[in-house]
């Protein structure tokens, strides 16, 4: 019915990201939902604890899941939220739903 994806798909490297969405919106039953958080920045790399994020800026996660899949509803907010290290940044939440 859904596959929640709370700050693990922004470990994703971006060559198989499309990859992964694509099986994400294949494993969705018609009218699933898809939720995602990623950190946001724009350009891919290493935390300076070593820790790989795609860092994807709204427009880079819009191109992601539409490659993916054609989808019901794809929607994309900014936000902030401390992350591991307890600092504030920038955050990319998506919900999505196949087509039911």
Do not use: C
């Amino acid at each position: 019915d859904a596959v929640y994806a709370s700050y693990s798909l922004l470990h994703v490297p971006r060559s198989a990201l499309t990859d992964i969405l694509q099986r994400i919106w294949r494993a969705l039953r018609p009218g699933g939902w898809h939720m995602a958080t990623y950190k946001s920045g724009g350009a891919a790399g290493r935390d300076e604890l070593g820790r790989y994020f795609n860092y994807l800026s709204p427009e880079q996660a819009d191109d992601y899941y539409r490659r993916a899949g054609t989808w019901a509803v794809l929607e994309l907010t900014e936000g902030e939220g401390a992350g591991y290290q307890g600092r504030m940044s920038p955050w990319v939440n998506v919900i999505a739903r196949k087509p039911g």
